[in-house]
């Protein structure tokens, strides 16, 4: 039969279109908490109801009385509630459903209702505010309707939370698998897949433009959260004080202040849960999120995500609970867990500095204030020691005109590089084509493949660059609408970067007064090629060198710099100076001063001989920079006027900071 709503009632979508309008509605229970005291005389019963234009994210409700027997009385989820006389309101930043004086309430209870509405004139066990009439036929046949819109088999009764923890069951665990419908649980009875309403306290926020992650927890543990062990800090790679690679100019890393273990749940917020957030929401507090989806994180742990409401997008699902003005239970019971892990780390954090204090007596430290003779010693010999692990880690040894660094040296600490988890490779095997780019077709023929799509990481050292003037790094070229299109022409086939690797060939454009090139407009970009040298561990006495393009992106995340005209912006060419100094060292230098002594070398041969026929100069001293790792990219670009292809390499993913 068709849901038809009551005369003189509406249905909840029609009611939140309706704010401050003494409204009568009808829906089913689907979350409740028990009685709570106000701050001021009177007593509140808040709940959530749905109905079938809200789908599962319901609507909440608070009731107000003066007396606790005058609130509306639920048995289980799965009733039906029939308020007179309400009002939408708005109530810490989200609409909901609030008394007033003259509001009425009946309950019908969900085990006397049938499945299907009888033939004759139905009576259901139901619960009411006194001196309210009793329902009538329409009313009684809606909320039948209502009760059977929804899988009856989700519903329960809720369990005080005494008897939870002495049966060793919570609410949670009954309703987890219950369905996308809410369900308040605990963090530890929390599944993937599922929603749920959780009470916590925040313990970190993060806030940036687009969402906001909040570090909540309610003191139980769940195994697969992730595990924040006593005594370790930033390096744990789990807070966000401060970055891992160092590319922010204010990292600042804060070791993590507790709850330990497994009891703090992420949940990432989106607008417009995010923005309320930031507004309302600070470290301590105890908020209450609804609708919270648990899924899989990237390590393999469960974290939250709360995304706006598609059928009302500016509906913020979050709010702050003040225990001093409602006395909410559920905020209560967070309050004794904590007080009950405070206890118990306290314990373990005293044992673990006691093991402390032992091992500084055991070592000859007794914890008394050092005398000024004893402090100069105790500096002399931390000196001696930092010198001598020094000595072990640092040893580079020249060799026949190439630096061969020891297992243990140091790489450029200004250089970062991402990807740190996949291990790094010789030049060697990359430039290899027999292990990595062997294939044999379906009809068995073997053959060597000219390129392979595939992005490794080294561990290397500039040795050389090109184009020879750091003011030619930066070259423009006309942009056009065609741009975006992946036809492999001509065109493309003569790019050996994608553009062309030399600066001269992207100022002008041979088409500049074709139909395409009219809305073009010109563009600077970044193009340069460099010189790589291998720098693992190696007894060769010549190392692999391999030459790759640094253009569009990964040049800007490189340099941090966007592209310019160099000539006529020297104090972008000072500052792209700079960076590539620390990523070089002096081989600029070197470098000019090895074309300087090539000039020189031609210009006498060519007064002795009348010819210049001289080798280029190359760069005699052997490399003095800083080992670095970088990501390298390969791929090929198509010989014009073939079918062969050439093979290249760009790096990727390094940056200077």
Not at 63 to 73: G, H, I, K, N, V
Not at 126 to 149: D, F, G, W
Request: charged share 30%; aromatic share 8%; with cysteine.
């Amino acid at each position: 039969m068709a849901s038809i709503v009551p005369p003189g009632f509406v249905d909840l979508h029609t009611a939140f279109k309706r704010p401050d309008t003494e409204l009568n509605v009808m829906g089913i229970v689907v979350d409740y908490l028990p009685p709570v005291k106000s701050r001021g005389s009177d007593w509140i019963s808040t709940f959530t109801i749905i109905d079938t234009t809200t789908g599962y994210n319901g609507e909440k409700a608070r009731f107000f009385r003066p007396q606790e027997t005058d609130l509306p009385s639920f048995r289980s989820t799965g009733d039906v509630v029939m308020l007179r006389n309400i009002k939408i309101k708005d109530w810490s930043g989200m609409k909901i459903i609030l008394s007033g004086r003259s509001s009425t309430w009946v309950v019908f209870h969900q085990t006397s209702i049938p499945m299907f509405i009888p033939d004759t004139q139905p009576k259901l066990d139901h619960s009411k505010q006194a001196r309210v009439p009793e329902p009538n036929i329409p009313e009684t046949t809606y909320a039948i309707t209502l009760c059977n819109s929804q899988d009856r088999s989700t519903y329960s009764a809720r369990i005080s939370q005494n008897a939870s923890i002495d049966s060793g069951t919570s609410n949670a665990s009954i309703s987890a698998n219950s369905g996308p419908r809410l369900k308040f649980s605990l963090v530890k009875d929390v599944v993937v897949a599922t929603y749920y309403d959780i009470v916590g306290q925040v313990v970190k926020l993060y806030p940036d433009d687009i969402k906001t992650e909040l570090y909540i927890t309610d003191y139980t543990s769940n195994g697969l959260l992730y595990n924040y062990e006593w005594g370790r800090g930033a390096d744990d790679g789990t807070t966000r004080d401060g970055d891992a690679y160092g590319y922010a100019p204010r990292a600042t890393k804060k070791k993590w202040q507790g709850p330990f273990g497994k009891l703090t749940l992420s949940v990432t917020l989106w607008d417009p849960h995010s923005r309320w957030a930031q507004a309302n929401v600070k470290e301590g507090d105890f908020v209450f999120l609804r609708n919270v989806h648990i899924k899989w994180s990237k390590g393999s742990k469960i974290e939250g995500v709360l995304h706006s409401d598609r059928q009302w997008p500016e509906k913020v699902d979050v709010s702050v609970l003040d225990i001093k003005e409602n006395g909410d239970d559920r905020v209560k019971d967070v309050l004794r867990r904590k007080r009950d892990y405070m206890k118990k780390y306290e314990h373990q954090s005293k044992e673990s500095m006691d093991e402390v204090r032992g091992q500084k007596r055991k070592d000859g430290d007794s914890g008394k204030p050092l005398s000024s003779a004893q402090m100069k010693k105790k500096r002399r010999q931390e000196r001696k020691e930092a010198e001598q692990e020094k000595k072990k880690t640092t040893e580079i040894v020249d060799s026949d005109a190439s630096s061969i660094i020891k297992k243990g040296a140091e790489l450029n600490r200004n250089v970062a590089c991402t990807h740190d988890s996949i291990p790094t490779r010789s030049l060697s095997s990359i430039l290899s084509l027999e292990k990595t780019h062997a294939h044999t077709t379906p009809d068995g023929t073997a053959c060597i493949l000219p390129f392979q799509n595939t992005c490794s990481r080294a561990t290397v050292r500039v040795v050389d660059f090109f184009p020879h003037d750091l003011a030619d790094f930066a070259v423009r070229y006309k942009t056009s609408e065609f741009d975006a299109l992946s036809d492999d022409d001509e065109n493309e086939a003569d790019n050996s970067d994608g553009r062309g690797s030399s600066p001269a060939n992207s100022i002008t454009s041979s088409n500049s007064d074709s139909d395409g090139s009219r809305k073009a407009e010109s563009k600077w970009e970044w193009r340069f090629c460099l010189l790589l040298e291998d720098a693992n561990p190696s007894m060769e006495k010549t190392k692999e060198r391999i030459k790759v393009f640094v253009a569009d992106g990964d040049a800007v995340f490189l340099l941090k710099m966007d592209a310019e005209n160099l000539r006529t912006s020297p104090t972008a060419l000072s500052q792209l100076r700079e960076k590539l100094f620390i990523l070089w060292g002096d081989l600029e230098e070197r470098k000019i001063g090895a074309r300087a002594l090539q000039e020189k070398t031609t210009n006498q041969a060519v007064r002795k001989t009348g010819t210049d026929d001289v080798k280029e100069g190359v760069i005699q001293s052997p490399p003095r920079t800083i080992p670095f790792q970088c990501c390298i990219k390969e791929y090929g670009v198509k010989v014009k006027g073939g079918w062969e292809w050439e093979r290249k390499f760009r790096i990727f993913g390094v940056t200077i900071s």
